[in-house]
């Protein structure tokens, strides 16, 4: 009910054509984003979804199934930085395990969601999926940007990166188009 998020849903909701459906992990904050733009006057559905989790994707997908049948925008913007975690600054204490669980939220989820997906926008043949990266995940300015080094959350978003690149390259002919985006720093 707050961030980039709901921002999004937000813009997308302002569009008449458009039919947003807003999903959280948490019930409770995903109703309250839901009731914040219907007290705005704008229209979106909910649903709970942790795309994390297999079972919660393939319950969503039921009942994205039933309601509308189709797909035609996905944004991939579920994401977790560690950032401010005292390991997180430095290679010589970065846990693997919170590495490997941002790579699971970041990298794992969206390549999960959008296996999901896809076929729905195959089917119509058209789509459109926006992975929502970071300029941290820059290659070529890693090494000397004045971001902190954050190496869990910025090698998930380069991951992030690759995923979105191959699935534009799969994707290529079939009118689905694939982007990733960096919002800039919030």
Do not use: C
Not at 10 to 20: I, N, S, T
Not at 60 to 72: H, M, N, S
Not at 156 to 176: D, R
């Amino acid at each position: 009910h707050k961030g980039l998020g709901y921002a999004i849903a937000r813009k997308l909701a302002q569009r008449e054509e458009m039919r947003v459906v807003v999903t959280s992990r948490q019930e409770q904050d995903g109703l309250a984003a839901q009731q914040r733009l219907s007290d705005d006057g704008l229209q979106v559905d909910y649903h709970p979804l942790d795309v994390t989790n297999d079972l919660s994707v393939q319950q969503f997908i039921t009942w994205l199934q039933q309601a509308y049948g189709r797909v035609e925008i996905l944004v991939n913007n579920a994401g977790v930085n560690p950032t401010l975690q005292p390991d997180e600054s430095s290679l010589l204490t970065v846990q693997p395990e919170t590495m490997l669980s941002t790579f699971a939220t970041n990298v794992l989820a969206v390549m999960r969601i959008t296996q999901a997906l896809v076929p729905f926008m195959r089917a119509q043949n058209y789509g459109r999926i926006v992975n929502v990266s970071t300029e941290m995940a820059s290659l070529s300015s890693m090494s000397s940007d004045g971001y902190p080094l954050a190496p869990s959350y910025r090698l998930s978003k380069v991951g992030l990166s690759g995923l979105t690149a191959l699935w534009a390259k799969v994707l290529q002919g079939t009118n689905i188009l694939v982007n990733a985006y960096s919002p800039g720093w919030m």
